[in-house]
């Protein structure tokens, strides 16, 4: 997509891997991966529920946000909480360098297992309440993956 900043559903390792993240690293070279080994070196990577920044690479989005979504584990655990931080440091993040335009995945729903539903409605009341916060944001669009994902963010959006 043609925004300021994508997001990347990211883990905690920030060496890419399958879905989400390993598409934007195929797609956006070896400049993602360089920038990400270089966050492992001084931070050690990025805990569950916050995000990191990088360059964009090939990619049309100068930026890459990966955000590290939570391993479903029943509820019990603090996902809720986890999967809302994720996306509001991203929004976070995006404004900190002053972006204009963002566009999430659907954090955690893949192989981490996170309930569809839920998830929507978690990221659509964290990134409206991280939006306060963040006046340079003018679009936020969520891409979605499936045609399942793209009817629960349709109906809840409209």
């Known amino acids: 997509m043609e925004v300021d900043a994508i997001v990347n559903a990211a883990n905690s390792g920030l060496l890419g891997g399958g879905g989400v993240d390993g598409a934007i690293h195929g797609a956006g070279g070896p400049a993602i991966m360089a920038a990400c080994r270089g966050i492992r070196e001084t931070k050690g990577g990025c805990p569950t529920g916050q995000a990191v ?3 964009g690479g090939l990619l049309p989005a100068p930026y890459v946000i990966h955000a590290v979504g939570p391993v479903w584990q029943g509820g ?3 996902e ?3 999967l809302a931080s994720a996306y509001q440091a991203s929004i976070a993040l995006a404004a900190q360098h002053k972006l204009r335009t963002i566009a999430f995945p659907n954090i955690s729903t893949g192989i981490y ?3 569809r539903e839920r998830a929507v409605d978690i ?3 964290a990134v409206r309440k991280a939006l306060v916060a963040a006046p340079t944001i003018e679009q936020v669009s969520f891409v979605c993956f499936d045609d399942e994902n793209y009817r629960l963010y349709r109906h809840r959006l409209s």
């Open 80 to 82: 809720d909480a986890l």
């Open 123 to 125: 990221a659509i009341e």
């Open 76 to 78: 019990d655990h603090g």
């Open 53 to 55: 920044i990088t360059t």
């Open 113 to 115: 297992g996170f309930p």
